[in-house]
């Protein structure tokens, strides 16, 4: 995501402090709300006017992704106690303030991710995101591997170009297959042994799609819809296998593959909000 102007940035504040409305946060609410976004360093509230602090901070750090995931949370159901309702009000006001910036807050698996907003003006386009790469790298163990899943993601956009959409569902399958099983066996190296499944544990390298988004699921570093909505990620990453999709009788195109994104970054915004709480 690019960044934000000011004047946006100020009228979102608005909205999160939302002074003598229903969804009003003091000072510590607004801590509590930037750390449950893992934003880095979180700043204690100084006491001045909360939407100019909350102004201050979101515009005076250069990580997008960090005010795009704060953005997705404040639309999160699990903000409120009576979870989408209230959350679907606030995305429909912060949608309105975003729209000049021609981005926009979409459910995704029951999941909130920021997406481009269509030529329509009403679709929202999802793709893999321009600060991919430092968003990935606070979660894997070397910048080896992180180069190596770039490539995979160079090579999955490069299908897309080029009308090459059952290759890009394909690259995209394997991206989020192999991101997964380095975050989990890095997070709690004990996985290095082995899987849990059932009685017996699973080799690493013999760990399936499944196992991996089971796993995480099971730990709470993603949240159920988002494991729930990756099975048409993993049902198309087969598409390797021909008779698969033939099986499926799916023709991919563009709007395939960006369908296709969307389950995987609502995975990786849930993957990079719970590694604050990863005690190493």
């Known amino acids: 995501m690019k960044k934000l102007d000011v004047l946006t940035l100020e009228r979102v504040a608005r909205l999160i402090v939302d002074i003598d409305g229903p969804f009003e946060r003091r000072g510590y609410q607004l801590e509590q709300l930037l750390r449950r976004a893992a934003w880095p360093s979180p700043p204690d509230y ?20 960090a005010v795009s995931r704060l953005l997705c949370r404040i639309c999160d159901p699990l903000e409120y106690d009576d979870g989408r309702s209230s959350a679907e009000i606030i995305r429909q006001e912060l949608n309105s303030l975003l729209a000049a910036e021609r981005v926009a807050v979409t459910y995704v698996a029951g999941r909130p ?81 082995g899987f849990p499944q059932g009685e017996k544990r699973v080799a690493p390298e013999r760990a399936s799609f499944a196992l ?27 598409f390797v296998h021909l008779r ?30 719970t590694r604050e709480h990863i005690v190493v």
């Open 46 to 65: 100084d006491g001045s006017p909360r939407i100019a602090w909350l102004t201050d901070v979101m515009a005076g750090t250069d990580d997008h992704a």
């Open 113 to 193: 991710v920021l997406g481009e907003v269509g030529t329509d003006g009403h679709s929202t386009l999802f793709s893999a995101p321009e600060d991919l790469e430092e968003r990935i790298r606070p979660l894997v163990s070397s910048e080896e591997f992180l180069q190596q899943l770039m490539e995979r993601v160079t090579e999955t956009q490069i299908c897309e170009q080029h009308g090459a959409y059952g290759m890009a569902l394909i690259g995209i399958g394997s991206f989020t297959e192999a991101l997964l099983l380095e975050v989990l066996t890095h997070r709690d190296p004990s996985l290095q042994r």
């Open 212 to 238: 991996l988004l089971d796993t995480a699921r099971t730990r709470g570093w993603i949240q159920m819809d988002a494991h729930d909505f990756m099975a048409i990620v993993r049902e198309y990453r087969n």
């Open 244 to 273: 698969k999709q033939r099986e499926r009788g799916v023709v991919p195109d563009r709007d395939t593959v960006g369908m296709c994104w969307g389950p995987v970054l609502a995975v990786l915004n849930d993957l990079e909000t």
